[in-house]
């Protein structure tokens, strides 16, 4: 039975089983971070784990400057264009990541009191900060270098060793600390530092090409439009917890921070089914066969709509395991949040069309626009309301999101396509607030567990019903990577 098994899995052609490697190790590092987030909120204060959220939505905002997102979609397309000297490309992106982040460290060690006051972090915390940065930068060239070569052992191995080194040594430190919010960080700063710094100098080894002009300047020429796409993609999903900190308290970021964190939970279907279905997009915009692409997209959204709605259900008994009662009134935010799951999963289906005709235009203006109007509403409805604002304000900022990206998208399918209708407008809204309205419907059952146990049955009979659909689009979608 075993070398049966055996067999059969030596069968399976390499990108295959390289692509189930990559999706399953990226379930296991979701995974240990879920096992391990209801120890750190018993370790940690409200006040605390809302201090880390914080840093890492400054961090996440600041790598857009300090790296200028190189590890983004220009490596990808630049090992592809550059596959002739693909070691040459890849060591000179290492250098200008280098170079960029150098130039920033040296403005912070200038002006050092000015961004600590304005981000109100020490410069310990800004220091390792710049140095996670800079490590989750090489972590992602390397990390791509080995996608696209199949080599999953190597990255997989690292980053099952990584994510499960990251919490011990985060609970080691926070135990013997005062200041445990500072010990966490620094945790994350040491494991990281130790398993990815090494990837800058291998690859040194490999192609001294440290500078070449003409890659610094392809890749600056394609990257930097992007960055108001980049900056305004962070800013929406980290604004929230540093206005909550500003303008209510340490505490309530914290306790915002967890239900956000719970809420992206589902982010690992997002991931799964992307990975999947991305490619396969691309090559029928490039077959001009886009007609194939809402008999799939549409189950997606199904998909994707009833993980969130069943998120949504468990939500009391979900913070209840990953955290203390301190942390109880996280269940009120997790339903708009993972509302907004949904929609960052369609724009992918829309944005495909923008990426494909390299439109950086549209793509800053649909994401800039959302991140403005997230900034707007936090300012005045956070005042007013408390924290529980910040997640209907995601939520209103991913749907106009999604709306102005589908305004690009039918733009483009208008004038390069000659397509006046790619999507089912009816079918779309049906699947959309239909998924709404159950969560909504779900979040006022909160108070009275009989009827939200009932509807959880219902909807589990109902999807037992038709578990012969489900499995049959399941197969089809699985077997994207094998169609034209």
């Given amino acids: 039975m075993i070398e049966k098994l055996v067999q059969r899995y030596k069968a399976v052609p390499i990108p295959v089983r390289a692509s189930m490697w990559f999706a399953?190790?990226?379930?296991?590092?979701?995974?240990?971070?879920?096992?391990?987030?209801?120890?750190?909120?018993?370790?940690?204060?409200?006040?605390?784990?809302?201090?880390?959220?914080v840093f890492n939505s400054w961090m996440s905002i600041l790598s857009v400057f300090v790296t200028l997102n190189l590890s983004a979609g220009i490596f990808m397309q630049?090992?592809?264009k550059?596959?002739?000297?693909?070691?040459?490309?890849?060591?000179?992106?290492?250098?200008?990541?280098?170079?960029?982040?150098?130039?920033?460290?040296?403005?912070?060690l200038l002006f050092q009191d000015l961004?600590?006051?304005?981000?109100?972090?020490?410069?310990?915390?800004?220091?390792?900060?710049?140095l996670l940065i800079w490590c989750s930068a090489m972590a992602s060239f390397w990390s791509m270098q080995q996608r696209i070569d199949f080599h999953y052992r190597k990255l997989v191995l690292l980053s099952v060793l990584v994510s499960v080194a990251n919490p011990i040594v985060g609970i080691v430190l926070v135990l013997h600390a005062e200041d445990k919010a500072m010990a966490r960080i620094l945790g994350i700063v040491l494991v990281e530092a130790l398993a990815y710094s090494w990837t800058f100098f291998a690859q040194m080894r490999r192609d001294h090409?440290?500078?070449?002009?003409?890659?610094?300047?392809?890749?600056?020429?394609?990257?930097?439009?992007?960055?108001?796409?980049?900056?305004?993609?962070?800013?929406?999903?980290?604004?929230?917890r540093i206005m909550i900190e500003d303008l209510v308290g340490s505490s309530e970021a914290g306790i915002y921070n967890l239900a956000y964190s719970v809420s992206l939970i589902m982010t690992i279907f997002n991931s799964a089914m992307l990975q999947t279905i991305e490619p396969w997009l691309y090559r029928k915009i490039g077959s001009r066969k886009t007609e194939d692409i809402p008999s799939v997209a549409y189950p997606c959204f199904v998909g994707i709509a009833l993980v969130n709605v069943f998120l949504i259900a468990l939500a009391p008994e979900i913070v209840a395991v990953f955290a203390p009662p301190a942390y109880h009134d996280a269940i009120w935010v997790i339903p708009p949040v993972a509302m907004s799951v949904y929609f960052t999963f369609s724009y992918s289906f829309f944005?495909?069309?923008?990426?494909?005709?390299?439109?950086t235009f549209y793509i800053a203006l649909s994401t800039v626009g959302g991140a403005v109007l997230n900034v707007a509403l936090n300012a005045v409805f956070i005042r007013i309301y408390g924290y529980y604002a910040a997640g209907y304000t995601t939520l209103i900022c991913y749907m106009v999101y999604a709306v102005l990206h589908f305004a690009c998208m039918h733009r483009l399918c208008r004038k390069k396509l000659g397509i006046t209708k790619l999507y089912d407008m009816r079918i779309l809204l049906t699947i959309t607030f239909g998924f709404m309205a159950a969560g909504f419907a779900l979040l006022s059952t909160y108070r009275t567990p009989a009827i939200r146990y009932a509807l959880i049955a219902g909807l589990m009979i109902a999807l037992f019903m038709m578990r012969g659909q489900i499995l049959d689009r399941t197969k089809r979608l699985l077997q994207l990577k094998k169609s034209d």
């Fill in 351 to 359: 944005a495909v069309f923008e990426f494909y005709y390299e439109k």
């Fill in 78 to 80: 630049g090992l592809v």
């Fill in 24 to 53: 399953g190790c990226s379930f296991l590092q979701r995974g240990i971070s879920m096992i391990t987030t209801p120890i750190f909120t018993r370790l940690l204060s409200s006040a605390d784990y809302g201090r880390i959220g």
């Fill in 82 to 108: 550059f596959s002739a000297e693909r070691e040459r490309f890849s060591s000179a992106m290492y250098g200008l990541c280098t170079t960029v982040t150098a130039v920033w460290l040296v403005v912070y």
């Fill in 209 to 240: 090409t440290f500078f070449s002009g003409s890659i610094w300047r392809y890749a600056l020429r394609f990257n930097i439009p992007l960055i108001p796409h980049y900056l305004a993609s962070a800013v929406l999903s980290g604004a929230d």
């Fill in 115 to 130: 961004w600590n006051e304005l981000f109100s972090l020490t410069a310990v915390q800004m220091l390792g900060m710049l």
